[in-house]
């Protein structure tokens, strides 16, 4: 097994799919986690803006590859970092919908590039895809369904992250399209 740094937007581009196999938990990070990957973020950004090459660890994400056919996309087991990468695809959701209608490119690379494989369908749609217990409430809020998010973590985790991007950096300056 070799371990290198990657960046995390890394898991989601491409036609892949991070798949969390049945024997890990449901998704059950809570406002302490969120909260703690927020001040991450926050921080991360006020430091990247006057040292562009810094970095962030944001904690050890394994995958190993999965065996699928040779047709679809490329898919890969989570066995570590499935919370972290859940979480972040509740916040790539929560600034996707805070983007004004007049940005509509970026909510559509958000949705294409990052949440699903734009032109796949059935399961292969998602590029994450949490444990089967969780698929129910975790397909509405990557699919910007029109019926609504039912009251599930991923809820509570989107709407925590929809209420920290009104928030504004250490000048004043929002952080997100406010």
């Known amino acids: 097994m070799e371990a290198t740094p990657t960046q995390i937007i890394n898991y989601f581009s491409g036609f892949k ?8 938990r449901p998704y059950t990070w ?3 986690q969120w909260r703690t990957l927020w001040e991450d973020i926050v921080a991360f950004y006020g430091h990247e803006r006057t040292d562009p090459k810094s970095t962030h660890f944001m904690g050890a994400v394994v995958t190993m590859p999965a065996r699928s ?31 004004n209608a007049a940005d509509h490119v970026p909510k559509r690379r958000i949705q294409n590039y990052y949440l699903t494989n734009d032109g796949y369908e059935g399961s292969e749609f998602f590029k994450l895809l949490p444990t089967q217990g969780d698929r129910e409430a ?3 809020l990557v699919r910007n369904s029109e019926d609504g998010i039912p009251d599930s973590q991923f809820k509570k985790s989107y709407d925590f992250f ?17």
């Open 69 to 99: 056919v040779p047709v679809g996309v490329s898919k890969f087991l989570v066995i570590d970092g499935q919370q972290r990468l859940t979480t972040i695809t509740t916040l790539l959701c929560a600034i996707r919908d805070d983007l």
């Open 30 to 32: 809570g406002e302490r």
């Open 17 to 24: 799919q991070n798949l969390i196999p049945l024997f890990q």
């Open 162 to 178: 929809r209420r920290r991007l009104k928030d504004c950096d250490d000048d004043g300056n929002p952080l997100a399209g406010c």
């Open 138 to 140: 975790y397909s509405p």
